[in-house]
Antibody, heavy 116, light 107 residues
Framework: EVQLVESGGGLVQPGGSLRLSCAAS????????MSWVRQAPGKGLEWVSV???????YYADSVKGRFTISRDNSKNTLYLQMNSLRAEDTAVYYC??????????WGQGTLVTVSS | EIVLTQSPATLSLSPGERATLSCRAS??????LAWYQQKPGQAPRLLIY???NRATGIPARFSGSGSGTDFTLTISSLEPEDFAVYYC?????????FGPGTKVDIK
């Protein structure tokens, strides 16, 4: 059974850093493309970042230069390192598995709150 | 960056009615268009990928069509569990964007 479990969210001050983790089971993270998607309270979905099976990474303009996506194949885990956090980064962050033309499995989400 | 526009923002319908949701891209995305359903407090659920392919376990009342810049999600006969928010998502040049969503609520 495919499962994605995010962790690492919490309250952080503006300018601070946080690292999110997404532990995968039932498949190999390096065999699929993996994305981070966020949703601010009461708002729509916003794509954040993707890492492809070959290792290429891409980012939304809103987080480029501040966030870094990575994976640890030995732990079958996806990460999102978030630096220079802003109030507008406050959201539920989902990790998700991509296959072909869609994202078929999603985690339950982890809440990141950026506030002083 | 490719911008997706969804219309209408809200669709008020009764169970049993047909729902037609639109997604328009600012430039061609070929057939790299997916549709998701999201209910309050839940993660999104993949419905349609590559514009017209139903994801595993998705009922036949959901169908997708279109290519290039204009896409449609049709729900042939609304069930009570279909009232939710629907998002389109494109993947072009390995970058993704979502549309703002269409809320389908009960009339």
């Amino acid at each position: 059974e495919v499962q994605l479990v995010e962790s690492g969210g919490g309250l952080v001050q503006p300018g601070g850093s946080l690292r999110l983790s997404c532990a995968a089971s039932g498949f190999t993270v390096s065999s699929n493309y993996m994305s981070w998607v966020r949703q601010a309270p009461g708002k729509g979905l916003e794509w954040v970042s993707v890492i492809y099976s070959g290792g290429s990474t891409y980012y939304a303009d809103s987080v480029k230069g501040r966030f870094t996506i990575s994976r640890d194949n030995s732990k079958n885990t996806l990460y999102l390192q978030m630096n220079s956090l802003r109030a507008e980064d406050t959201a539920v962050y989902y990790c998700a598995r991509g296959v072909g033309g869609g994202t078929d499995y999603w985690g339950q989400g982890t809440l990141v709150t950026v506030s002083s | 960056e490719i911008v997706l526009t969804q219309s209408p923002a809200t669709l008020s319908l009764s169970p049993g009615e047909r729902a037609t949701l639109s997604c328009r891209a600012s430039q061609s995305v070929s057939s790299y268009l997916a549709w998701y359903q999201q209910k309050p407090g839940q993660a999104p659920r993949l419905l349609i990928y590559d514009a017209s392919n139903r994801a595993t376990g998705i009922p036949a009342r959901f169908s997708g069509s279109g290519s290039g810049t204009d896409f449609t999600l049709t729900i042939s006969s609304l069930e009570p569990e279909d009232f939710a928010v629907y998002y389109c998502q494109q993947r072009s040049n390995r970058i993704f964007t979502f549309g703002p969503g269409t809320k389908v609520d009960i009339k």
